[in-house]
């Protein structure tokens, strides 16, 4: 599935639940979902700056495409990040790097987080895109 077929899946899922709390629960659920972060990894290279929380993403590189593993000591932050990963975690650093960002609006989701949360999330893409050019360097 492309990064744009998993965007517009999740806009598709954001448009069925009828409010945000249920849209809070299903946040919450995607961060339960996320694989377990090695206590090794929770590094400040691989901390976010400019979240409220502590969220770390770490990526790596296999067969031609990136990775991405991440938590968060906060149970909103940890289900944003798991979104934002499950999207673009293995995908190819082009992918990645054509793509944008449109769907977080199309969801609402920087309208329904309070200034610092919407800052923690802008840093979040960021990262990915950071990781992504990254690794696109080293290939």
């Known amino acids: 599935m492309t990064i744009k077929e998993k965007q517009q ?15 809070y629960e ?10 377990s972060f090695p206590e090794d990894k929770k590094t400040d290279e691989n901390l976010i700056k400019g979240c409220q ?11 031609g495409k990136l990775f991405f593993n991440a938590d968060s000591d906060g149970i909103l932050p940890k289900g944003i990040v798991a979104l934002l990963t499950s999207i673009y975690s293995g995908h ?12 977080i609006s199309k969801i609402g989701l920087q309208e329904f987080l309070s200034p ?3 800052n923690g ?14 690794y696109q360097l080293k290939s």
């Open 9 to 23: 899946e999740l806009i598709d899922e954001f448009e069925f639940l009828e409010d945000w709390e249920q849209k």
């Open 53 to 63: 929380s502590k969220v770390w993403i770490d990526a790596s590189f296999r067969e």
């Open 121 to 134: 999330l802008m840093a979040m893409t960021k990262q990915i895109k950071f990781y992504a050019v990254a």
């Open 116 to 118: 610092s949360r919407a």
């Open 92 to 103: 190819t650093t082009e992918e990645i790097l054509a793509s944008d960002f449109d769907f």
């Open 26 to 35: 299903y946040l919450i659920d995607l961060g339960k979902q996320l694989d």
